[in-house]
């Protein structure tokens, strides 16, 4: 069985969530760096792997697939303990909850709203846009409300062993504190606070590192 090949940049939230899992199972793979932002966009060819132009695209032993959800339930599937999901109906639900927090409402608030504006906007010597920041800030607050609603004590967000809704929401709240008032945010929700202090000392955080940080 050969090492599964992710395409896609060390940059991507998305990208990360998917070597996340990949470094939770302690699975050997490969990356292969895939810019959609290039000047020249992604390569040609890149089209055959993911007809939406989005990364990543995954391959292992031929299988190709494409879209985070199911390339991080592949992982989960495919490759030995630890499991990546809840073991209880109710646990499994909750974690796709979180799951889907972040893809329809932490990504686009608190990553492009208030990271893309207000971080890397003035590193790259440009202001950002302040009603969308504002604005950002203001949906930041709601996820962040929800998901300390559903936060449990100890060390995974869910309580017990570690699993997607970990490894979704990590990358998202690495760039989100990155913002002074993001992070100023943030110690105003106890058990959220007290499980990002948790989950960045992990080593899958460590190797997995964007170089945006």
Known sequence: M???????AAYSVYVRIARLALAEKGVAYRLVEIDIFA??????DYATRQPFGRIPA??????????TGAITRYIDEAFAEPPLM???LKGRARANQVM????NYAYPAMVWGVFVEAVRAPAQGRSG?????AEA????????????AVAEPGGALLGGTISLADLYLAPVMRYFTMAPEGAALLIQRPRLARWWGWMEQR???AATKSPME
Do not use: Q, W
């Open 39 to 44: 000047d020249s966009g992604p390569p040609a």
């Open 2 to 8: 050969s090492d599964p090949i992710l395409f896609g």
């Open 203 to 205: 080593p899958s955080m």
């Open 137 to 148: 800030f203001g949906k930041s607050g709601t996820c962040l409300d929800a998901l300390e």
């Open 100 to 103: 889907s927090i972040v893809d």
């Open 58 to 67: 995954f391959e292992h032993d031929g299988f190709r697939l494409y879209e």
């Open 129 to 133: 846009n302040a009603a969308k920041i």
């Open 86 to 88: 809840p073991a209880s």
